[in-house]
C-alpha cells in the first residue's frame, strides 16, 4: 500500500505549535483519524478555520486532529458526518454483517435506568418485593404487576452468561419493554398449561357409593 503525505496550506501552519509542525514533518500518515477530518473538509470545501468554524472549535485543535496528536470525541464526529452527510457502518470482520447499535428503547428497570450492557435479560414473571416472596403477599404482588404490566427481570453473573451463550448464540440486543411484558403473559399462559396438566395426570378417586333408599313407611 502506497502512501502519500497530504499537502497542507502553508497560512494554515502559521497558528501551528512548533511539536506539531515536527509530527507533520514526520509524516506520511496513514488514513485513519486524520484523513477522515481532512475528507470531511474536502466535501465541505473548507480549510482549517472553516471546519474549526462549523464545530465551534479552534483551528490549532482542528490541526492536532489532522496531526494525530489528538481526537476528536465522539459527538464531533458524529457532527462531522452530519456536516458532510455521511453515515458509517460498523461490519463484522468475519462475516461481514452488519452491526447496529443498540435500540434506544431497550428495556429499563424499575428507576427508569438501562440495564448494563453487556448482560442478556430474562423474565421470570411478575415483579415483586424480595420480602414478599414466598409469603401470603406475593400473589397480590404478581396480580398488581400483572395489572400495572412491571415483568420481574433478571440477567446471569458473566460464568452462567458465557455458557449460555455459547449454547444459545448472544442476543443481539435487549428486548423493548413491551417485549418483556409478553414474555411474562407467555410464562403465565406455560405455567396455567402445566397446571392443567398436572391435573389431569393426577389419579382422579373412585366414585363414593350412594346410600341405598331406605322404604317408605305405609
Known amino acids: 500500500m502506497t502512501i502519500t503525505r497530504t499537502r497542507v496550506d502553508p497560512a494554515e501552519m502559521e497558528e501551528w ?3 506539531e509542525v515536527d509530527h507533520y514533518l514526520m509524516g506520511p500518515f496513514d488514513g485513519e483519524v486524520p484523513g477522515f477530518v481532512r475528507r470531511v473538509r474536502r466535501i465541505l470545501d473548507v480549510s482549517q478555520r472553516g471546519l474549526a468554524a462549523l464545530l465551534g472549535v479552534s483551528q490549532s485543535q482542528v490541526a492536532r486532529w489532522e496531526t494525530r496528536r489528538t481526537s476528536p470525541r465522539a459527538s464531533v464526529v458524529v ?7 455521511l453515515r458509517v457502518r460498523l461490519h463484522d470482520a468475519e462475516t461481514g454483517k452488519e452491526v447496529e447499535p443498540m435500540r434506544d428503547d431497550g428495556a429499563r428497570d424499575r428507576a427508569r435506568r438501562r440495564f448494563p450492557a453487556h448482560v442478556d435479560l430474562r423474565v421470570t414473571g411478575w415483579w415483586m418485593p424480595r420480602d414478599a416472596m414466598m409469603t401470603a403477599q406475593d ?10 404490566q412491571v415483568p420481574a427481570v433478571r440477567y446471569h453473573q458473566r460464568r ?7 449454547v444459545r448464540g448472544m442476543p443481539v440486543d435487549h428486548p423493548a419493554r413491551h417485549q418483556l411484558v409478553a414474555e411474562a403473559y407467555h410464562l403465565d399462559e406455560l405455567r396455567e398449561e ?4 398436572a ?3 393426577r389419579p382422579q378417586p373412585p366414585p363414593r357409593p350412594r346410600p341405598p333408599l331406605g322404604r317408605l313407611s305405609a
Do not use: H, K, N, P
Open 194 to 197: 402445566r397446571r392443567r396438566e
Open 139 to 148: 400473589l397480590r404482588w404478581q396480580a398488581r404487576s400483572r395489572r400495572w
Open 79 to 85: 457532527e462531522m458526518l452530519r456536516l458532510a452527510r
Open 199 to 201: 391435573l389431569a395426570d
Open 17 to 19: 505549535t512548533d511539536d
Open 160 to 166: 452462567w452468561r458465557r455458557i449460555l451463550r455459547r
